[in-house]
């Protein structure tokens, strides 16, 4: 049993920067793959990236390779995402999730979920 906490949203104009956490309880956080996702208003979540259980892989979806980035510290059982150049469609609920297995680009390969933090992106 893993449990998540997301933080570090907030409000942050265009092209500014924000760094989200996942904080995870228990032992065994390194044998997780980590995941982040949003899911604006109206909308189905939508994969952002995934990180491997060890750090050592990375991917990105199309939308924020090149201004996302995440990783992770296992000493501390934590995953952040650091979120760049930011742009109002980029606004959403960001959530992490952790995979028992390598997680993959969709909801249903993960099996614990933080419970999200909001990101706003103004013009």
């Known amino acids: 049993q893993v449990q998540l906490v997301d933080s570090g949203g907030g409000l942050v104009q265009a092209g500014g920067s924000l760094r989200l956490s996942c904080a995870a309880s228990?032992?065994?956080?390194?044998?997780?793959?980590m995941g982040w996702f949003r899911q604006a208003p109206g909308k189905e979540r939508e994969f952002v990236g995934r990180?491997?259980?060890?750090?050592?892989?990375?991917y990105y979806a199309d939308s924020v390779k090149g201004r996302f980035t995440i990783s992770r510290d296992n000493a501390k059982n934590t995953v952040y995402l650091q979120m760049n150049n930011l742009k109002p469609e980029d606004t959403a609920v960001y959530y992490c999730?952790?995979?028992?297995?390598?997680?993959?680009?969709?909801?249903?390969?993960?099996?614990?979920w933080g419970q999200g933090t909001q990101v706003t992106v103004s013009s």
């Open positions: 990180i491997s259980h060890s750090g050592t892989t990375t």
């Open positions: 999730a952790a995979s028992r297995t390598y997680g993959g680009s969709s909801p249903p390969g993960y099996d614990y």
């Open positions: 228990g032992r065994t956080f390194s044998s997780y793959a």
